[in-house]
């Protein structure tokens, strides 16, 4: 027989069991592997947060180095990869083309991993740790017309993401510790949480044996969305929208409130949060401290600190409990490195893969069951057919 009751947008329906991450919504706590994100994203390096995702336990210096030479080592693309992103227009959205390449990666690659071997898994892990970046980076230089080439493998998996990123002309954000640390601490705050539309769609593709790196192009996609990862770019032209306009925070606090008006308050709310959302707390201290370091002084963050305020004195923000979420000062940070707004939730992508590659390692390890929810049906019952000419 088929299902009685449905739940829209899977509010109440527990998909999996998982030892990945913990969320408790009311409290507002995050913990990977049972660690607590305000100590990871304080004390742990990025690679070190991606190993331990993945693996279970935090790497021992020994096998963190192994880890990282093994990441870099598999790091070089096929050449043939250079002429695809030739082929798409400069006008390409980022997401679109980084999300494609990742399909592509599957031309290169044998697409199916060997889930019994743990070897065969580790190589697919670090080959897709390897090339991510490279992806990310060329994706970005492609639109602005400059040279695709690989980094320096003396570098820091972070510092090796800028310095392909941004070498030449803009060296100056590559050597620079602060951007470095910062950008560190956003990939660990973006690296997991736990069945959101991203990973849930990562869990899903891949629960029909489909391979980990086409599992990973349909999570890129889903990310994209102005409801999830997409935020974050709707967030800085949400801003630029509000300054342009003259600074009136109030005027789109009505438009937010006015259900007769779709704009919606971009960054605020979340589906598990409904106190607040831990990692914005870090984000916003972060913020803080890169803007005054590298002697920012952006408008947009006076206007997003306004927009806050008002939000969380207002009665419809708080009786829906609407806070700000990871995507409302990550943007802030993000363009004062020097990073485009449409390469923004590229940079989430970049930070949420060790989750997705753990949560699809997980979901194989279980050995799931094909993912297929039922419906309700509500359409026409039996009707008798017409001939074309009759109808
Ligand atoms: N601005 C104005 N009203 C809002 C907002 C908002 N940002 N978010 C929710 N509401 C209202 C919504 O209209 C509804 O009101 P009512 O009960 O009167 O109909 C109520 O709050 C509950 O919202 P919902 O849409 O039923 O909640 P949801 O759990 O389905 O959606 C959400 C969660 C994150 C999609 C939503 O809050 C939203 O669209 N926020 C803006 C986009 C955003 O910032 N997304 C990033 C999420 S965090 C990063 C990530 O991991 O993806």
């Known amino acids: 027989g088929g299902v009685t009751t449905i739940d829209a947008g899977y509010k109440n329906t527990g998909s999996c069991e998982s030892e990945i991450t913990f969320l408790d919504g009311e409290k507002g706590i995050l913990r990977y592997r049972g660690y607590s994100i305000e100590e990871l994203a304080e004390e742990a ?56 390449l990742t399909s592509a990666l599957t031309a290169f690659n044998p697409s199916s991993v060997n889930v019994d071997s743990e070897e065969d898994m580790y190589n697919s892990v670090v080959k897709i740790l390897g090339k991510f970046p490279v992806l990310v980076a060329w994706t970005m230089r492609k639109k602005q017309g400059l040279p695709l080439d690989y980094g320096s493998n003396t570098l820091g998996y972070v510092e090796n993401v800028l310095k392909m990123m941004f070498k030449q002309p803009n060296e100056k954000y590559v050597q620079n510790k602060i ?164 390469m923004f939730t590229v940079m989430f992508a970049l930070g949420r893969l060790p989750g997705w590659i753990a949560q699809w390692r997980e979901m194989r390890l279980r050995k799931e069951p094909i993912g297929r929810p039922r419906q309700l049906y509500v359409g026409e019952t039996l009707r008798p057919f017409k001939k074309l000419e009759k109808r």
Not at 47 to 66: C, M, R, W
Not at 186 to 201: P, Y
Not at 303 to 327: S, T
Request: aromatic residues 8%; contains cysteine.
């Open 45 to 100: 390096d990025f690679l070190e947060v991606a190993y331990l995702l993945i693996f279970g336990e935090l790497p021992t210096k020994e096998q963190h180095d192994k880890f990282h030479a093994d990441i870099k080592s598999k790091s070089i693309v096929d050449d043939d990869v250079r002429k695809i992103i030739d082929a798409f227009p400069k006008s390409a959205h980022p997401m679109g083309v980084l999300s494609s």
């Open 179 to 342: 951007i470095v640390d910062a950008l560190d601490k956003l990939l660990i705050l973006h690296a997991d949480h736990e069945q959101n539309c991203s990973t849930s769609t990562v869990r899903i593709v891949g629960s029909s044996h489909a391979g980990l790196f086409a599992s990973l192009s349909a999570g890129i996609s889903a990310l994209w969305g102005p409801l999830h990862g997409g935020a974050n770019q709707a967030v800085l032209e949400m801003l630029e929208a509000i300054k342009e306009d003259g600074g009136d925070t109030k005027k789109y606090m009505a438009k937010a409130k006015d259900k007769n008006d779709p704009f919606r308050l971009m960054g605020f709310g979340h589906r598990v949060y409904k106190n607040f959302d831990p990692r914005a707390r870090i984000i916003k201290k972060a913020a803080d401290e890169v803007l005054a370091d590298l002697g920012v002084e952006d408008p947009i963050l006076e206007i997003a600190k306004g927009l806050e305020q008002e939000a969380l004195n207002d009665d419809y923000f708080v009786k829906r409990k609407l806070y700000p979420n990871v995507d409302f000062y990550s943007g802030i940070i993000y363009r004062a490195m020097g990073i485009p707004t449409d």
